[in-house]
């Protein structure tokens, strides 16, 4: 008797994350209240019309809110991850580390059998 073929991953991963440039502004964002713009474009290494553009669909997503401000008579932008995105986030990292173990268990159950 075989084992069964692994199965596809199953619910967890977020289209929402698929873009990397969106889950590196969503992972930075999880660890602070709140974020200024220009640490959040450096950090993640893009350029201000694609953190403009990726922020948006996490707003439209529910998964960010944008705040713009000003310091002194300087305009500022402040992105935060609701708590929908801290959520949604957390369930697409352990949908990821699900895929993780479970191909760790398929090289443990094939033995010597790799590549």
């Known amino acids: 008797m075989t084992a069964d073929p692994p199965q596809p991953p199953g ?9 990397t440039t969106r889950l590196a502004i969503a992972a930075f964002l999880s660890a602070c209240a709140e974020a200024e713009f220009g640490m959040v474009r450096d950090h993640c290494r893009v350029s201000d019309s694609v953190l403009s553009k ?6 439209g997503a529910g998964y960010a ?8 008579k300087r ?13 949604a986030l957390s ?3 352990t949908a990821l580390q699900s895929i993780v173990a479970a ?9 010597d059998r790799t590549r």
């Open 11 to 19: 619910p967890g991963l977020d289209e929402a994350f698929h873009n």
């Open 54 to 59: 990726a922020a948006a669909a996490l707003e």
């Open 65 to 72: 809110e944008i705040r713009k401000g000003y310091v002194g």
């Open 75 to 87: 305009p500022r932008t402040w992105l935060s991850l609701t708590s929908t995105g801290q959520l």
């Open 91 to 93: 369930q697409h990292v």
């Open 103 to 111: 191909a760790r268990e398929a090289n443990v159950n094939d033995g």
